[in-house]
C-alpha cells in the first residue's frame, strides 16, 4: 500500500504563472487535507476536502489558490498568478475518516520556489 | 478554539542524554494530541497520539510523551538521545470539530556526539 503521493517534490515557477500540486492519497482513504509550511515555521491547514467536495477551506489565502478533489484521480492544489510570498512546502495529508483520533498521513511535501 | 505552544524553538543535547521537548495545548474538548517529526527535506512522521485512554503514550523510536490536564501539558521525552533523533518535531491538536490539525511552531533538535 504506496502511501501518500505528491509530485512534483520540487517545483520552480517565474511570478505570474501558476502552480499545479497533486496529491494521491493512501489507497481507501477519501479525507485530505492541504498544509503550508512556510520557511522557519510550523504547518498551516489549508483546506480539506472529501470525495467531490470541499468541507473546510477557512485556511486558503482568498484569492488565486483553489483546490479540488474528484471523484477520479488525484488532489489538485492550484496557485495562480504565484507570488514570491507563495514559496513554502505544500505538505498533503490523507485520512480514512475525518482526522480527529486518526492518524494522518503526510506525503513527501511540494516545495514550491517563486523567482 | 484549539491552540498549541512549544516552549522551545530550539534545543540541543549531548548523545546518550536525556530529552525534554514542551509543549502546551489549549482546547475547549477533550483534545486529541500528536507528536510528529520532520527530517530534513522529509514529509511528516507521526512519533505518537494520545486519544484520551492512558495519560502515558509511549511511541517509536524510544519516545513517550505525558498528557497531564491539570498542566494543559504534552510534553515529549526520551530516556537516551541518539544522533538520528536530531530533527524538528511538532506538537499537533486536532480540531475535533472540522478534523484538522493544528501545529505548533516546532522544536528543533540537535543532538551533539
Known amino acids: 500500500n504506496a502511501g501518500v503521493m505528491q509530485n512534483p517534490r520540487h517545483l520552480v515557477r517565474r511570478r505570474g504563472q501558476e502552480a499545479r500540486l497533486r496529491c494521491s492519497p493512501m489507497?481507501?482513504?477519501?479525507?485530505v487535507y492541504w498544509y503550508r509550511q512556510l520557511p522557519e515555521e510550523g504547518l498551516k491547514f489549508m483546506v480539506y476536502?472529501?470525495?467531490?467536495?470541499?468541507?473546510?477551506e477557512s485556511g486558503m489565502p482568498k484569492e488565486r489558490f483553489s483546490a479540488e478533489f474528484p471523484k477520479e484521480g488525484p488532489s489538485i492544489l492550484r496557485i495562480q498568478q504565484v507570488v514570491r510570498g507563495d514559496s513554502a512546502a505544500y505538505f498533503c495529508?490523507?485520512?480514512?475518516?475525518?482526522?480527529?483520533?486518526?492518524?494522518?498521513?503526510f506525503g513527501q511535501g511540494t516545495r514550491l520556489t517563486v523567482v | 478554539a484549539q491552540s498549541v505552544t512549544q516552549l522551545d524553538s530550539h534545543v540541543s543535547v549531548s548523545e546518550g542524554t536525556p530529552v525534554l521537548l514542551r509543549c502546551n495545548y489549549s482546547?475547549?474538548?477533550?483534545?486529541?494530541l500528536f507528536w510528529y517529526v520532520q527530517h530534513p527535506n522529509k514529509g511528516l512522521q507521526l512519533l505518537l497520539k494520545?486519544?484520551?485512554?492512558?495519560?502515558l503514550v509511549k511511541g517509536i523510536n524510544g519516545f513517550e510523551a505525558e498528557f497531564k490536564k491539570s498542566e494543559t501539558s504534552f510534553h515529549l521525552t526520551k530516556p537516551s538521545a541518539h544522533m538520528s533523533d536530531a530533527a524538528e518535531y511538532f506538537c499537533?491538536?486536532?480540531?475535533?470539530?472540522?478534523?484538522?490539525?493544528?501545529f505548533g511552531q516546532g522544536t528543533e533538535l540537535s543532538v551533539k556526539p
Open positions: 495529508a490523507s485520512s480514512p475518516t475525518k482526522q480527529q483520533n486518526t492518524e494522518a498521513f
Open positions: 476536502l472529501q470525495k467531490e467536495n470541499i468541507i473546510d
Open positions: 494520545y486519544t484520551s485512554a492512558a495519560t
Open positions: 489507497k481507501g482513504h477519501s479525507h
Open positions: 482546547s475547549s474538548y477533550s483534545p486529541s
Open positions: 499537533v491538536v486536532s480540531d475535533n470539530q472540522g478534523g484538522k490539525l493544528i
